[in-house]
């Protein structure tokens, strides 16, 4: 049995120590000791590397923080720096953002996405109202945000509503954040996956919906992710080293921590003020 996952890291570690290389793979790791952070950049580069993998081609960063778990601002204010360095790395010189936060709002381990987008600083309104040189802007990238719901809300499939709004704003970049599903329970809230891929909105817990990607919306999409949820069976393997003696009801659930708002609370402050970093706090004039 095959434990889900949307962290390419994790994936790559599932071929460690069978002796297979993945043919066009490229592993890079790094550690920041004084911030006890560690990055690793998985880059698939090719169609076959991207088969075994069973990801799209692109570059997958993962951020390793065991202190996310705490409620230390310091440390986290730190972490979202890390996270705005990478993400300037990914932006380039982008000049209007659309962020768009995934999940559903009222169930709290998939509620990461719009508790994000909440504590944004969003400029569109403001500067095409009074201008960049009114508001002290200059330089500034135009920010817009949205939570597009769940289909059980609204009927219409995530990538439609992005669709519509893209078509009627024209961003440069659509940068979407959500919740994510992980294989191994010492990840959860501790490990922020960036992408420059895009993302299938529900495809960790087998709720595969519409893709966003460039493909599909016609402008570069940059996926954040941290993960919330692990699958029963991750847990039972992690004990027992075998999925295959889980009990049967248990297939198809997810388990989150207990400390789950305390946690979406914090990361949702974190991710936000990395975007506000990146996009608002760093190219004011």
Same mark, same amino acid.
């Given at each position: 049995?095959? /434990? ?40 698939? %580069? ?50 209007? /953002? ?13 509620? +990461?996405?719009?508790?994000? %987008? ?148 914090? +990361? ?18």
């Amino acid at each position: 049995m095959k /434990v889900r996952t949307d962290l390419a890291l994790e994936e790559r570690e599932s071929f460690d120590g069978s002796g297979v290389e993945i043919h066009g793979v490229e592993v890079e790791e790094s550690c920041d000791e004084e911030r006890d952070v560690r990055l690793t950049r998985v880059k698939i %580069v090719s169609e076959r590397g991207a088969r075994e993998m069973g990801k799209s081609r692109g570059t997958y960063l993962t951020l390793e923080a065991p202190g996310l778990a705490s409620p230390d601002e310091d440390y986290h204010r730190e972490v979202s720096e890390v996270i705005a360095d990478i993400l300037r790395e990914l932006t380039g010189t982008a000049e209007s /953002v659309l962020v768009a936060g995934l999940g559903n709002r009222d169930v709290t381990p998939d509620a +990461l996405g719009p508790q994000a %987008v909440s504590n944004l600083m969003i400029t569109r309104h403001l500067i095409r109202e009074y201008g960049r040189e009114m508001m002290g802007m200059d330089g500034c990238c135009v920010v817009s945000g949205i939570v597009p719901g769940v289909m059980a809300q609204t009927g219409m499939e995530t990538s439609e509503i992005l669709q519509g709004i893209i078509e009627e704003t024209r961003p440069d970049l659509l940068i979407v954040i959500d919740a994510l599903a992980a294989r191994s329970t010492r990840r959860l809230g501790r490990t922020v996956q960036i992408t420059d891929t895009g993302i299938q909105p529900g495809s960790g817990v087998g709720n595969h919906r519409g893709s966003l990607t460039k493909e599909s919306l016609g402008i570069p999409v940059i996926a954040i992710g941290v993960p919330t949820v692990v699958e029963a069976a991750a847990i039972v393997y992690d004990a027992q080293g075998n999925c295959e003696k889980m009990p049967p009801h248990l297939n198809g659930m997810f388990v989150t921590p207990k400390n789950i708002d305390e946690m979406i609370k914090q +990361l949702s402050f974190t991710l936000s003020e990395a975007l506000n970093m990146v996009f608002s706090e760093t190219k004011k004039a």
